[in-house]
């Protein structure tokens, strides 16, 4: 009796039937092997952090923000595996390659690695609102850059959600100068992400070590109580990052089992696929409509699906201030011989804030394709209108202002105060990236007079476009409340000369003003930081009044009254500090700032008498030469 017989015999098969069988079966072995179970790496941690340590053995950029009045901690994890590498390019800059990647082929297999994940997670699961933001670290400055955390740490630690952020690339573990292995060479000894030199340049091992990354937290217990409680994992890169991430969900995952359930890309990454399965949002600044080659998504662009979102936030700047500024500290103590300024044509970053979008993209991803409510249908988030060109093609178009036209239009855009561009430039004979870093110049007084000669012609205008914002679902309630707070206390309306030491714009270091060290204290989001950012209002309207006012006297007392108010401000960090809501890096800097503009309002004649009487009326209906305490 053959084989085939017998099979016949006992299962009634015919022939064909079996040779349909086989077919079914071949077709699953082949499913199945291209569609491959991401590996989960070996976990090693936590390791232990120490940030008081001589030896710096703590966390490279181990936050400075007070996680614990938010019910937060931060643990750092080493993890190893075996990464393949493939034939699939990265084509530079940000990834704006205009054709998606096709899958990609195996070259080499089992080259050993070892890396770190950094998590900031909720202490108890109860504070856990299920989704995980996974990012892949930018490496561009040859040091990492938690590129989305700094710009989206408050929407992350405000509502529950879990950031890891993965070292995948080699350039920030061995630079010379910046890297970690410099930064603290016993604690990252074992890091390795060349395969023992046999990869030294192009990092082919990252989309693997990424992947594996994202399945340790799925599986590794790295979430430790919230283990049990993951619902979604959103894969998130920014600029570079975003480009490499794109190659991964392209080339990659598209042969393996996808590790993500959705994806956010900010500033960069690839044209993608259509045969993707999972929810996306690409979402662009205006410097990926003004950039180089090298940084420009024009010709990269491509229409909506079910699947998927192309965001373009108008008058952002591909390098934005607020994840700048945020990190002053940070960059001081980690990592001393950064800039903590740009030198480029025009004063530099956007200040349009993009962190408002980003949270918004990513409160839409974790909700993407849930049932809403009891109609049963599925959530999906708004689609974008593009920043306008012109006929050409390439050539965003302006308003007499200089301001884009077409895309989401934030408040602070949409009502302008100033030219808020994704384009700079470099002075004659220097080199950089400020094509990155976007422009932001302040309107003059004039103008703003012009456009706003009450406070009532300002904040209607404004309030409306901070409720467009929201109910079109670029903005969440939160964000929206807080743009409205600060209009509410800002100078637009009332008349106001804001001269050098009030103004927004540039750096400090080289533009010391009262709004840039309101920034770097409202963007650490501190515990009872309300008296505090009060202070600096107070400030920012006691200069400007000075600067107003005609009488020599009047100014001098209005100086004064911001010196009284800058006093006031130190006293109130020093109180941060010892209760333990500010860092000694963080009050150190704050300090030291207060100390210049005092020093700079002296040389305008104000007194540092420490007797003032305070003047917290930060109203509009003085005469110009009104004094501080009288209407």
Not at 420 to 446: E, M, Y
Not at 603 to 622: C, E, F, I, P, Q
């Amino acid at each position: 009796m053959s084989f085939l017989s017998g099979v016949k015999s006992k299962s009634r098969w015919t022939a064909s039937g079996l040779r349909r069988a086989c077919v079914a079966t071949a077709m699953s072995i082949v499913a199945s092997a291209a569609f491959a179970v991401v590996p989960t790496p070996v976990v090693q941690g936590p390791i232990p952090s120490d940030p008081s340590s001589p030896s710096r053995n703590y966390t490279f950029f181990a936050t400075d923000l007070d996680l614990k009045a938010r019910g937060y901690v931060e643990e750092e994890y080493f993890f190893s595996g075996t990464a393949n590498t493939y034939d699939a390019t990265f084509s530079g800059g940000i990834g704006a390659r205009p054709t998606a990647s096709p899958t990609a082929n195996i070259v080499t297999a089992g080259n050993p690695y070892t890396t770190r994940m950094v998590v900031r997670r909720p202490a108890h699961p109860g504070k856990f609102n299920g989704v995980v933001v996974v990012e892949w670290i930018n490496a561009t400055s040859n040091y990492d850059v938690e590129a989305l955390w700094f710009r989206a740490h408050e929407f992350f630690l405000r509502d529950g959600y879990t950031w890891v952020g993965i070292s995948a690339q080699s350039g920030p573990i061995t630079n010379p100068t910046l890297g970690l292995k410099q930064f603290s060479p016993a604690r990252y000894a074992s890091l390795d992400l060349t395969a023992a030199g046999k990869f030294p340049s192009g990092d082919p091992l990252g989309y693997d070590v990424f992947a594996q990354g994202v399945q340790a937290v799925r599986h590794a217990g790295v979430l430790g109580p919230l283990s049990k409680h993951v619902r979604k994992v959103v894969g998130a890169g920014v600029s570079q990052s975003a480009g490499r991430l794109s190659v991964l969900m392209n080339a990659i995952q598209t042969r393996d089992e996808p590790v993500m359930d959705a994806v956010l890309l900010y500033i960069g990454g690839e044209r993608l696929r259509t045969d993707l399965n999972y929810p996306i949002i690409k979402l662009l600044s205006e410097t990926e409509y003004t950039a180089p080659a090298s940084a420009n998504e024009i010709a990269v662009l491509q229409p909506d699906s079910d699947l998927l979102r192309t965001w373009s936030l108008a008058g952002a700047s591909h390098s934005d201030w607020a994840s700048f500024a945020v990190r002053y500290s940070l960059l001081r103590r980690d990592q001393p011989t950064a800039a903590l300024r740009d030198n480029c044509l025009n004063p530099s970053r956007s200040r349009v804030p993009d962190r408002y979008v980003i949270s918004a993209a990513i409160d839409w991803l974790s909700r993407w394709g849930d049932k809403k409510g009891h109609s049963g249908k599925l959530v999906s988030p708004p689609a974008s209108p593009t920043i306008q060109l012109a006929g050409d093609g390439v050539t965003v178009v302006r308003d007499a202002y200089g301001n884009s036209l077409g895309g989401i239009r934030l408040a602070p855009f949409a009502v302008p105060v100033a030219l808020d561009s994704g384009f700079n430039d470099l002075p004659p004979g220097a080199g950089g990236l400020c094509f990155l870093n976007g422009t932001h110049i302040p309107f003059d007084t004039a103008t703003l007079n012009q456009l706003y000669p009450t406070r009532r012609a300002y904040l209607e205008p404004f309030t409306k476009a901070v409720f467009d914002n929201w109910r079109d679902g670029f903005v969440l309630e939160e964000d929206a409340k807080e743009m409205l707070a600060q209009a509410a206390v800002s100078l637009y309306g009332r008349k106001l000369e804001c001269g050098p030491l009030c103004a927004n714009f540039a750096q400090f270091p080289i533009q010391p003003s009262t709004q840039l060290l309101r920034d770097h204290t409202q963007f650490l989001y501190m515990s009872g930081d309300d008296p505090i950012l009060l202070s600096l209002d107070a400030a920012t309207h006691a200069v400007a009044r000075g600067y107003t006012a005609s009488l020599t006297s009047v100014k001098t007392a209005w100086f004064t009254q911001a010196v009284g108010w800058l006093q006031k401000y130190k006293t109130q960090i020093a109180g941060q500090l010892a209760k333990g809501r500010a860092t000694t890096q963080q009050a150190a800097l704050l300090t030291e700032y207060a100390d210049v503009l005092i020093a700079e309002l002296a040389k305008l004649g104000a007194s540092a008498a420490v007797n003032t009487a305070l003047d917290d009326r930060l109203d509009h209906d003085r005469d110009r030469d009104a004094w501080p305490g009288k209407r």
